[in-house]
């Protein structure tokens, strides 16, 4: 592994920075902090240290009780290491100018106690953090007045099998939709196919038929492209439900009103909020701490808001995880469930287990009352993918070996060095890619084109897309006997965009394929019915893409998906990036990899400390 050290650190600061604990960002903030605060605590700063570092790997603060649980690369002796004690930190921060005095008023770090021990924050993250929490338990203090009958008629008009009778209890879907009546805040979570994108469609038709037509509703995603699917699904249903024609959604960004030059300041905030009745954002779970915390800010307290997501998928880039916590949250924190909802789902409440559905858990009562509610049965596919998703999810590892030891149909599991199933994958779907797209056949070629995918955790090395997507094309050129070259446009050839067009609507992360129109090719993105079509050299940034990562993957999904499981020793192979890899499979998943390198992704969960799980003291 390679060390970049910093030359005149000293003390902690040295030996962690030596052990490639800390990277150089996180000594040089730790020592502007000592040179501005007239610190020289050794133990200080190197927390003062490990806190940036936790930010930049995804953390809002550092648990003082876990210091040494750093998540690293691989061979570092995280025991060999001078950790100090962590009421030693405590004791130290507490003396510390950098928590605020009277010569040094500005803060930078802030001490937080809990009931599960002290947090550490770097001053921003913690105000983010309160501002969350503040916004949030305020909007659990009142909730929206609806007219129980009129909700009542609706969800029974809305919530029907398709033989039209009412849906069995307990329905999830249903309760989401109560639940968003009558609160202002409403957390709807659940995996791939549970059918969040359908209930937030119902919710929507709720909301219309008790507002009218006048109800305005701001749509947003993290993601261009992730918007650019939720515009399409709700649309797709919008006539059937009443739902007024050519809703549109935006990136989170948009919505706010991004300004050139300001990556977190937003022409809608507390002072200019965002002019909508009900405001959804799907895919929370990519929403960083402060993204979320400019959302709150900007919604108008009486505006109803919808958090959509699967909190078990990879998370933000940036600091935070959200959605995660506030799924987890204690029930007690601060809010009271509206008088309304009881009435409304009594039948839910009092349901016991459904063949399709288990009753609801005394905890998800509870967690009714903060406006979450978990969606759990599984729509889109079943059988051994779900079944083992969820011993992933849950961190069975002796089960998920016993699937993928087990010969399924949709589930299997090949050594690293057993790559003929994955080889014939790979070049049947690239022909049949071909053949549709030089027959000029759009349709065919996007449906094609989602057949197959191989998915890597890292971009470069030995397990990475770089080396792996080559791989892939040579296995093609095998087969056709042509190459294939990358620096021209070939029918068949397919795209992965890496930069947000909006102009041409097509945004970063889509993927496409070329085909043959006239005598020259056009570039193809699916969009519902109407796919975007546009010539490859429009597109600003693209790349030929035969392999991609499990992140730039997220969003999307594959008839059959290929996982190359990564060194056991990586940090990248996680629980939440195995369960992401996953849920990307419709039919088949085919993980490649050892045993040990799957126990170990299985144990290994990202570890994003934060507080707003806790209760603070
Ligand atoms: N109650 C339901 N009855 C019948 N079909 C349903 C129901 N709920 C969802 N579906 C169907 O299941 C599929 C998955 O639903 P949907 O796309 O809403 O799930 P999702 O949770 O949003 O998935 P993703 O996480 O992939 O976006 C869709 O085809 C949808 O029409």
């Known amino acids: 592994m390679t060390v970049s050290t910093v030359l005149n650190a000293q003390g902690l600061l040295h030996v962690f920075n030596?052990?490639?604990?800390?990277?150089?960002?996180?000594?040089?903030?730790?020592?502007?902090?000592?040179?501005?605060?007239?610190?020289?605590?050794?133990?200080?700063?190197?927390?003062?240290?490990?806190?940036?570092?936790?930010?930049?790997?995804?953390?809002v603060c550092v648990d003082l009780n876990r210091l040494s649980e750093v998540t690293v690369e691989s061979e570092i002796d995280l025991d060999g290491l001078p950790w100090p004690d962590s009421a030693d930190v405590g004791a130290a921060l507490k003396r510390s100018p950098l928590l605020g005095s009277a010569e040094y008023p500005l803060q930078p770090l802030r001490l937080v106690a809990t009931t599960e021990g002290e947090l550490l924050y770097l001053e921003r993250y913690y105000q983010q953090e309160q501002t969350i929490r503040r916004?949030?338990?305020?909007?659990?203090?009142?909730?929206?007045?609806?007219d129980a009958?009129?909700?009542?008629?609706?969800?029974?008009?809305?919530?029907?099998?398709?033989?039209?009778?009412?849906?069995?209890?307990?329905?999830?879907?249903?309760?989401?939709?109560?639940?968003?009546?009558?609160?202002?805040?409403?957390?709807?979570?659940?995996?791939?196919?549970?059918?969040?994108?359908?209930?937030?469609?119902?919710?929507?038709?709720?909301?219309?038929a008790l507002h009218g037509e006048g109800l305005r509703v701001g749509l947003a995603a993290p993601t261009g492209k992730a918007a650019a699917r939720l515009e399409e699904s709700i649309n797709q249903q919008a006539a059937p439900l009443g739902l007024p024609a050519g809703l549109s959604a935006m990136t989170l960004h948009r919505l706010l009103g991004w300004r050139p030059g300001s990556r977190h300041r937003f022409r809608h905030d507390e002072y200019n909020r965002l002019p909508y009745d009900v405001v959804v954002l799907d895919e929370t779970s990519m929403v960083s701490l402060t993204m979320m915390c400019r959302l709150l800010e900007a919604v108008r307290p009486d505006a109803r808001l919808l958090l959509v997501g699967d909190p078990d998928q990879l998370t933000s880039v940036e600091a935070g995880a959200v959605l995660a916590d506030l799924v987890a949250r204690p029930a007690s924190s601060g809010a009271s469930p509206s008088p309304q909802l009881e009435p409304l789902i009594r039948a839910d409440l009092d349901a016991t287990d459904d063949p399709d559905?288990?009753?609801?858990?005394?905890?998800?009562?509870?967690?009714?009352?903060?406006?979450?509610?978990?969606?759990?049965?599984?729509?889109?596919?079943?059988?051994?993918?779900?079944?083992?998703?969820?011993?992933?999810?849950?961190?069975?590892?002796?089960?998920?070996?016993?699937?993928?030891?087990?010969?399924?149909?949709?589930?299997?599991?090949?050594?690293?060095?057993?790559?003929?199933?994955?080889?014939?994958?790979?070049?049947?779907?690239?022909?049949?890619?071909?053949?549709?797209?030089?027959?000029?056949?759009?349709?065919?070629?996007?449906?094609?084109?989602?057949?197959?995918?191989?998915?890597?955790?890292?971009?470069?090395?030995?397990?990475g897309v770089r080396q792996w997507?080559?791989?892939?094309?040579?296995?093609?050129?095998?087969?056709?006997?042509?190459?294939?070259?990358?620096?021209?446009?070939?029918?068949?050839?397919?795209?992965?965009?890496?930069?947000?067009?909006?102009?041409?609507?097509?945004?970063?992360?889509?993927?496409?394929?070329?085909v043959a129109h006239g005598e020259g090719v056009v570039a193809a993105f699916q969009r519902g019915e109407n796919p975007i079509l546009l010539h490859p050299n429009q597109l600003a940034a693209v790349q030929t893409v035969y392999a991609m990562t499990i992140h730039r993957s997220q969003g999307s999904q594959y008839d059959t998906v290929s996982v190359l499981l990564p060194d056991d020793a990586s940090a990248l192979l996680t629980r939440e990036l195995l369960y992401t890899a996953i849920t990307r499979a419709r039919h088949h998943v085919r993980i490649i990899g050892t045993d040990v390198s799957v126990a170990a992704g299985v144990a290994r969960q990202v570890q994003r400390a934060s507080g707003l799980r806790r209760t603070l003291v």
């Not at 916004?135 to 609806?146: K, N, W």
């Not at 029974?156 to 968003?180: K, M, N, S, Y």
């Not at 288990?358 to 509870?366: G, H, I």
């Not at 069975?396 to 399924?408: K, M, P, Q």
């Open 18 to 59: 030596e052990a490639g604990i800390l990277a150089p960002a996180d000594v040089h903030v730790a020592q502007r902090l000592q040179k501005l605060g007239g610190e020289s605590s050794e133990i200080v700063l190197l927390a003062a240290a490990l806190a940036t570092r936790a930010v930049r790997l995804g953390s």
């Open 135 to 146: 916004i949030l338990d305020q909007r659990a203090l009142s909730h929206p007045t609806v």
């Open 149 to 208: 009958a009129q909700v009542t008629n609706i969800l029974g008009g809305l919530f029907r099998t398709e033989e039209g009778v009412a849906t069995a209890p307990p329905d999830r879907q249903r309760i989401a939709a109560a639940l968003a009546a009558t609160h202002w805040t409403t957390v709807v979570a659940g995996g791939p196919g549970t059918g969040k994108t359908h209930t937030v469609a119902r919710i929507l038709a709720v909301l219309h």
């Open 357 to 463: 559905e288990a009753a609801l858990s005394p905890f998800e009562k509870q967690r009714l009352h903060r406006g979450v509610i978990r969606l759990s049965r599984g729509r889109r596919f079943g059988g051994n993918i779900s079944v083992l998703a969820t011993a992933v999810r849950d961190g069975r590892a002796d089960d998920v070996l016993e699937i993928l030891h087990t010969s399924f149909d949709d589930v299997s599991f090949c050594p690293p060095g057993e790559l003929t199933s994955l080889r014939h994958d790979i070049v049947a779907a690239s022909a049949a890619l071909t053949a549709r797209a030089t027959a000029g056949d759009v349709p065919g070629a996007l449906k094609t084109l989602e057949s197959h995918r191989l998915l890597c955790a890292h971009r470069d090395g030995p397990f």
């Open 469 to 514: 997507a080559q791989q892939a094309m040579d296995w093609i050129s095998a087969d056709t006997g042509e190459r294939l070259d990358p620096f021209r446009w070939y029918p068949g050839q397919p795209l992965l965009v890496t930069e947000n067009d909006h102009d041409a609507k097509v945004y970063n992360g889509d993927t496409g394929v070329v």
